[in-house]
Nanobody
Framework: VQLQASGGGQVQIGGSLRLSCTASGRFVSLGVMGWLRQAPGNGRELVSTITSDGTSMYGDSVKGRFTISRDKNTVYLQMHSLKPEDTAVYYC?????????????????WGQGTQVTVSS
């Protein structure tokens, strides 16, 4: 399984960005896909995930500002009201078995990171 992410960039405080990630390879469907992020000096933290049946979850710091959606094997993260603390490398992640997974070690597949920088 390969995950290809896109959509990062630099944006001003309060701005918006949309990230996309598409899974490909010889598999039926990933049970869960989503995003984790890593700021300099920190570990990877959950941003948001969505299962194949559409159940989503969010990290506390992004609730109400970010929205995740999914179309088969492509997942989107719409980010609004961006803050400097959202600056990080965002990683697309996936797992065959559906469920709620908070930690990076629980994911089986990873895309390359995409940088999101929020500045004044």
């Amino acid at each position: 399984v390969q995950l290809q992410a896109s959509g990062g960039g630099q944006v001003q405080i309060g701005g918006s960005l949309r990230l996309s990630c598409t899974a490909s390879g010889r598999f039926v469907s990933l049970g869960v896909m989503g995003w984790l992020r890593q700021a300099p000096g920190n570990g990877r933290e959950l941003v948001s995930t969505i299962t194949s049946d559409g159940t989503s979850m969010y990290g506390d710091s992004v609730k109400g500002r970010f929205t995740i959606s999914r179309d088969k094997n492509t997942v989107y993260l719409q980010m609004h009201s961006l803050k400097p603390e959202d600056t990080a490398v965002y990683y697309c992640a996936g797992k065959i078995t559906s469920g709620r997974y908070w930690y990076d070690f629980e994911y089986e597949y990873w895309g390359q990171g995409t940088q999101v920088t929020v500045s004044s």
